[in-house]
């Protein structure tokens, strides 16, 4: 079944990098940047807390971040929900991202490669269909 | 409106002690609940630059709340989090920083050594 949203983001949510508020697991909802750049979607290990992920057993891939290598859990969450377009069984890895960073989580291509996206920067438009 | 509280407490009066007890239990909680619920534009403006954890309401916007209960805030964002952990599971929680994300300057790299290098790059 193709889900479809489109969302006129408000301009805190396009200054310098594109947010998006994302529910996790129908009972947590963060904020996460928009990130095309990023192979896998990202979440810290205080959200991965917080959705109860057991990371004992998870495989681990090696990151580099801006200052060392570090090595991620791959984990899975259940369900991620992007006002309402939701997509199950998404491959997440599992980091500390940098306080000043400002947020709990990337939004990455292991979910956005299922979907088609449009993204209307000038008019602060963000569309997103699964394929 | 006084006909239908007066009916109401006729109703109530006619309860055993024990649904008497649910009936006003169950009320105190509603008005305890509804008066620690916050507009979260206020919540904004009181605490900012600090993470906040909110209870979104039921019948609240789920994406987007414009309300919520105030569970923690601070500038230290493992404090917050630490109260979010005392909170069953099955409250709906928003966490978020109120203040700006990827201040400029501030550049975030992620290189998968595994594979293909993956750059991201934000703030100027």
Not at chain 1, 25 to 41: C, E, F, H
Not at chain 1, 56 to 67: F, H, L
Not at chain 2, 22 to 40: A, K, W
């Given at each position: 079944m193709t889900q479809q949203i489109r969302l006129s983001l408000p301009q805190w949510a396009i200054d310098n990098v594109v947010l998006l508020n994302v529910r996790l697991n129908d009972r947590t909802l963060i904020r996460m940047i928009l990130d095309t750049g990023a192979k896998y979607t990202v979440i810290t290990p205080d959200v991965a807390r917080r959705l109860g992920?057991?990371?004992?057993g998870a495989r681990r891939v090696p990151v580099t971040t801006a200052t060392q290598l570090e090595m991620a859990a791959l984990t899975t969450v259940d369900q991620i929900d992007v006002q309402g377009l939701v997509l199950r069984d998404v491959e997440t890895a599992v980091i500390n991202l940098p306080t000043?960073?400002?947020?709990?989580?990337l939004l990455g291509m292991s979910f956005l490669r299922k979907c088609r996206m449009l993204l209307d920067v000038p008019n602060r438009l963000f569309e997103l269909e699964t394929s | 409106m006084v006909t239908k509280v007066e009916e109401l407490v006729k109703t109530i009066q006619r309860l055993s002690p024990s649904e008497k007890e649910y009936v006003i239990g169950s009320v105190l909680r509603f008005m305890q609940t509804e008066s620690e619920i916050q507009s979260l534009a206020d919540l904004k403006a009181r605490y900012p630059g600090e993470w906040l954890a909110v209870i979104i309401p039921e019948?609240?916007?789920?994406?987007?709340?414009q309300r919520g209960c105030l569970v923690a805030h601070s500038p230290d964002k493992s404090s917050v989090w630490q109260r979010v952990a005392d909170?069953?599971?099955?409250e709906d929680v928003y966490l978020f920083f109120n203040g700006p994300v990827a201040a400029k300057g501030f550049g975030i790299i992620f290189h998968d050594t595994a594979d293909t290098p993956v750059v991201t790059t934000v703030g100027d």
């Amino acid at each position: 079944m193709t889900q479809q949203i489109r969302l006129s983001l408000p301009q805190w949510a396009i200054d310098n990098v594109v947010l998006l508020n994302v529910r996790l697991n129908d009972r947590t909802l963060i904020r996460m940047i928009l990130d095309t750049g990023a192979k896998y979607t990202v979440i810290t290990p205080d959200v991965a807390r917080r959705l109860g992920l057991d990371l004992q057993g998870a495989r681990r891939v090696p990151v580099t971040t801006a200052t060392q290598l570090e090595m991620a859990a791959l984990t899975t969450v259940d369900q991620i929900d992007v006002q309402g377009l939701v997509l199950r069984d998404v491959e997440t890895a599992v980091i500390n991202l940098p306080t000043a960073l400002g947020v709990e989580g990337l939004l990455g291509m292991s979910f956005l490669r299922k979907c088609r996206m449009l993204l209307d920067v000038p008019n602060r438009l963000f569309e997103l269909e699964t394929s | 409106m006084v006909t239908k509280v007066e009916e109401l407490v006729k109703t109530i009066q006619r309860l055993s002690p024990s649904e008497k007890e649910y009936v006003i239990g169950s009320v105190l909680r509603f008005m305890q609940t509804e008066s620690e619920i916050q507009s979260l534009a206020d919540l904004k403006a009181r605490y900012p630059g600090e993470w906040l954890a909110v209870i979104i309401p039921e019948g609240e916007d789920r994406y987007n709340p414009q309300r919520g209960c105030l569970v923690a805030h601070s500038p230290d964002k493992s404090s917050v989090w630490q109260r979010v952990a005392d909170l069953p599971a099955s409250e709906d929680v928003y966490l978020f920083f109120n203040g700006p994300v990827a201040a400029k300057g501030f550049g975030i790299i992620f290189h998968d050594t595994a594979d293909t290098p993956v750059v991201t790059t934000v703030g100027d």
